[in-house]
């Protein structure tokens, strides 16, 4: 909370006609994790619900016909950075299995990557792992590419390897920064469609 944000849009035909806001929140709650749909006519982001749990959302890049995307549950967990699959199901962050950071007694809660299927409104866990996975995005061979934050039997806590799997969770493998010391936390930003740059930062 605190927070005095929005999502926004930006011309860069336009220069002279200033941001455009798509969404603002009633309350001063954080909206981020901001997914484009393939379709580029609405996008996921992340925002507290009432409850004060994270919730997946979408709205129209118009800035209409805003909804929360995650299930509605009487328990609290929390649900996040979520990414579009071309099939139209969603793979996120969520905190729905109640694991914790072994290393301080379990009281830093963690992540795994779970599939929301929207039609059925079903979500299935994916990855299930001691420690944290989350950023998941869709990289062009179809893969979902993720981080995940593995530092049980390493020499160091600091490890962020980069990981990518089938969009059902099969095939999990190592990317980019497995058994390597430097550099020591590896995080990326969102990929540009068909851009062969792309993402790791």
């Known amino acids: 909370k605190g927070f005095d944000n929005e999502i926004a849009r930006l011309s860069l035909s336009d220069k002279k006609a200033g941001l455009k806001t798509l969404f603002k929140p009633e309350r001063d709650v954080f909206v981020g994790d901001v997914d484009l749909h393939f ?21 129209g890049v118009d800035g209409s016909g805003l909804s929360q995307v995650t299930p509605a549950d009487e328990v609290n967990y929390d649900n996040f950075d979520g990414c579009y699959l071309p ?24 992540a795994n990557l779970f599939l929301l ?33 593995e530092y049980s039997d390493t020499p160091h806590y600091f490890s962020r390897i980069v990981m990518t799997m089938n969009p059902d969770g099969t095939d999990q493998k190592a990317y980019y920064g ?4 430097w550099p020591n936390s590896i995080f990326f930003a969102r990929p540009i469609p068909n851009h062969p740059s792309q993402f790791i930062g």
């Open 87 to 110: 099939d139209g199901r969603i793979v996120l962050g969520s905190t729905r299995m109640f694991h914790g950071v072994p290393c301080v007694t379990g009281s830093a809660e963690v």
């Open 117 to 149: 299927d929207r039609e059925n409104n079903k979500v299935r866990q994916l990855c299930y792992d001691q420690d944290q996975n989350w950023m998941p995005t869709v990289i062009n061979n179809g893969r979902v590419m993720f981080t995940r934050w």
């Open 178 to 181: 497995s058994n390597s010391y």
């Open 39 to 59: 379709h580029g006519d609405k996008m996921l982001f992340s925002m507290l619900d009432a409850k004060n749990n994270w919730q997946l959302w979408e709205v």
